[in-house]
């Protein structure tokens, strides 16, 4: 296992209610964050590729399908 994970862990066990009340506050936090941020790189990505899309001879090719 992951030494930090181990540590977090043994921290838990040993932590009282309101300070694992407080600890998955903070992780949903993280959490969230980090999708926001996953969320935010695929919008980005997929704006990036919207200029390829956009030229005479594929809207000529789509208006014809």
Known sequence: MNP???RLLKIIEAISEQGL???????????????KSISE???KASESSLGF?????D???WNNV
């Open 4 to 6: 930090a994970k181990e």
């Open 21 to 35: 009340v407080e600890i998955l506050g903070f992780a949903d936090y993280l959490k969230a964050k980090t999708e």
């Open 41 to 43: 790189d695929l919008t």
């Open 53 to 57: 899309w956009d030229n005479a001879t």
């Open 59 to 61: 809207d000529e090719l």
